[in-house]
């Protein structure tokens, strides 16, 4: 799926949309890219002649990349963090870098998903942690 089709199922838009594809294995693996841009806006700061992207941002990336686990979560829902454990960082994503995710559904359980998921470069893992959603009435 390209960016129209992620935007057909997640509400996020603009410089906070992170994804560029996704697709879904046999095995039910969400395998999800994006290339970060070379002058993102969560990079102005952070920090000034040595662009690096903030953890709380690849962290974002693969929160988004759940979304595609659980497509009918979405239909009158907004899907919110409920927690993160096991958060690592490996290395530094720098702007150019193009992000490959994985994630998997480890356990649902009512409205509450948690997921596995690693962020890599260059097919080496940069970024992993296990995200927890709640699927959230929008109104």
Known sequence: M???GIMELIPH??????LDTMS??????CHATY???DAPFFCEGHFPGNPIVPGVILCEI???ACSHLF??????NLLMYRGMDAVRFRGIV???DICEITASLLESKGSLYVCDTTLSVGGRRYAQARITLAA???D
Do not use: C, W, Y
């Open 13 to 18: 838009r603009g410089p906070m949309l992170l």
């Open 35 to 37: 290339r970060i841009p």
């Open 62 to 64: 693969m929160a988004q």
């Open 24 to 29: 879904l294995d046999a095995d039910g693996i």
């Open 94 to 96: 720098r702007p150019g």
């Open 71 to 76: 497509v009918e979560a979405f239909k009158d």
């Open 2 to 4: 390209d960016k129209n």
């Open 136 to 138: 959230v009435p929008k």
